[in-house]
């Protein structure tokens, strides 16, 4: 004798629906595949300068390129990277990454130039990238008083 | 024509009835079921939902990968949160300067914005490789890499403090050595920018119009 028409084919087995899981755990992975590919082209791995407060701030929300001095052994530079493109640190390239900064800045007047370098790269090498800005910002012809390089530091001292 | 039909099917159900020994634990049908002895109370119920049941996908090991893949994107992407900048100004006291101009060439001649004040006069702190800073022309000194902070704030002249020897916009161009590492250089102008001085600046390549000046 059975209790119930609803219990007939035995205990119910609990289902719950998978779709909408799966389908945010993949926008998740499809929203963290790009932000990780947007920022390594940014971000190249090296160690920032650490600087004890002072002048350094947080960074607003302005239009910016990145110009990393990519590290080498002994304090030099392996190249100068602008987004995903890599200039040799040799005259031609340099003239190459004048040109596209000033190319990047007619584009977007109001542009901030961050550079990043490696806190044991050589000064000798680091000055060619700011050079490069002011450069390019001379050759761009947009209002000198706009556009502003920003040096990239660490927020505080690690070693305190 | 309906021998060669129900031929066909035993053949189909010999096939199913061998996929059913092939796996003990799959259902085939309710039909080949029924032929063979014992089974688990679960795949007996599995054997009266019929095929529909026995062919859902398993979505247990998709979804495992599906977070095994989220965590690692997580994990692993970097955010640039503890990174900061410092501001500067692309060489606001410098005259335009062609962009092709040598190295031998002479220096173009600076447009200072005060007429009282010349553009080389100007506190000129040089960066060592160890981070030793020596200070130029007016205050002649050496200063190692710790008390550069205090003492550049000592020599600031503000309203309402004694001493200091300097205007906060008088103009420091810091010389870092060719061999001087990047964080040497850039302790040095946050040194002077927290100290209160407003024009701070790199010093200028020889014939170009130069780097940044805070």
Do not use: C
Not at chain 1, 95 to 111: E, F, G, I, K, Y
Request: charge should be positive.
């Amino acid at each position: 004798m059975r209790a119930s028409r609803i219990h007939r084919r035995g205990p119910s087995t609990f289902e719950a629906n998978m779709t909408p899981l799966i389908d945010m755990a993949f926008l998740l992975i499809v929203f963290f595949v790009l932000v990780s590919q947007v920022a390594s082209a940014e971000f190249v791995e090296l160690a920032l300068p650490r600087t004890s407060s002072g002048a350094a701030t947080r960074p607003d929300d302005t239009q910016r390129i990145v110009v990393n001095v990519v590290p080498a052994r002994d304090g030099g530079a392996a190249a100068y990277r602008l987004g995903k493109r890599e200039f040799a640190p040799d005259e031609a390239g340099l003239r190459d990454l004048v040109a596209t900064l000033a190319r990047a800045m007619r584009d977007q007047p109001s542009v901030e130039v961050n550079v990043r370098a490696d806190r044991a790269t050589a000064y000798s090498w680091v000055r060619p990238a700011m050079d490069a800005v002011a450069d390019g910002l001379a050759e761009s012809g947009i209002d000198r008083s706009r556009a502003r390089v920003r040096l990239v530091v660490l927020g505080e001292r690690a070693d305190g | 024509m309906a021998d060669a039909a129900s031929a066909s099917r035993d053949q189909a159900i010999d096939a199913l009835r061998a996929m059913a020994a092939a796996m003990p634990g799959a259902t085939v049908g309710r039909r080949a079921r029924r032929g063979l002895a014992g089974g688990t109370r679960a795949s007996r119920r599995g054997a009266r939902r019929g095929l529909g049941g026995a062919l859902r996908t398993n979505m247990t090991p998709m979804i495992d990968v599906v977070f095994q893949l989220l965590v690692f994107f997580i994990a692993t992407t970097r955010y640039a949160s503890d990174e900061r900048v410092i501001s500067m100004e692309l060489a606001r006291r410098t005259a335009q300067a062609p962009a092709t101009a040598q190295a031998g060439d002479v220096p173009p001649v600076p447009a200072p914005q005060d007429p009282f004040v010349l553009d080389d006069e100007s506190l000129r702190l040089e960066v060592a490789a160890d981070g030793t800073v020596t200070a130029g022309a007016p205050l002649r000194r050496a200063f190692r890499a710790e008390e550069l902070r205090a003492s550049l704030a000592a020599e600031i002249r503000l309203p309402g403090r004694a001493g200091g020897m300097f205007e906060p916009a008088f103009p420091i161009v810091i010389a870092p050595a060719e061999n001087a590492p990047w964080e040497a250089a850039v302790e040095t102008l946050d040194a002077a920018v927290a100290a209160g001085f407003r024009n701070v600046g790199f010093e200028r390549r020889p014939g170009s119009a130069g780097a940044g000046r805070r």
